[in-house]
């Protein structure tokens, strides 16, 4: 049985939580992220191509013409292979283990497997530090608690005081 629900990631942006029941004890969870916007892409591409322009105007060379397409091709592989991935999922089969896997925009995939033997579930609470140039980016993911790791109610309670000082601080 599968089901999917919308949800929204820490910067705003739309994603779907589809949850696999295999059995009582094994079951899967895959999240969908964002696909690529052409919009995006577009912007990006047009401005490496009228920086490029502007320096060929200048110096009156066309390598830069050529190298601003080369980067440009170079840079739109590197980020498709490596950076932008589509779909997490998690696999969890109780007797045996859980397995992660993402699925990058290229086509790679990348799993890792770890045995039920070597592994422990905990909750952590972190603070996500904005980009100070890009304000909706997530610059640090910085970790709270890591020696001490108190329970999920503990964290729960930490979590909603601060969001209620949050909160006050926006309303302010």
């Known amino acids: 049985m599968a089901d999917e629900e919308a949800y929204l990631t820490v910067s705003g942006e739309r994603i779907a939580l589809q949850r696999r029941h ?3 004890s094994c079951r899967e969870f895959l999240v969908r992220c964002p696909r690529l916007q052409l919009r995006s892409v577009s912007a990006v591409t047009c401005s490496v191509w009228l920086v490029a322009y502007g320096l060929f105007v200048l110096c009156q060379n066309s390598v830069v013409l050529s ?3 080369f980067v440009t091709l170079i840079g739109l ?3 498709l292979h490596f950076v ?4 997490e999922s998690l696999l969890i089969v109780g007797s045996l283990g859980i397995q992660m896997t993402s699925s990058y925009a290229s086509g790679k995939e990348s799993t890792t497997f770890i045995e039920i033997n070597q592994q422990k579930v905990i909750y952590y609470l972190c603070i996500l530090l904005r980009d100070p140039v890009e304000p909706h980016v997530v610059s ?3 970790p709270l608690f890591q020696s001490s790791k108190p329970r999920l109610d503990c964290l729960v309670e930490v979590y909603r005081s601060c969001q209620e000082i949050l909160e006050q601080n926006k309303k302010s």
């Open 84 to 87: 932008k991935i589509d779909q």
């Open 22 to 24: 295999y059995s009582a």
């Open 67 to 69: 190298a601003a397409i």
């Open 140 to 142: 640090e993911v910085v």
């Open 77 to 79: 592989l590197v980020y």
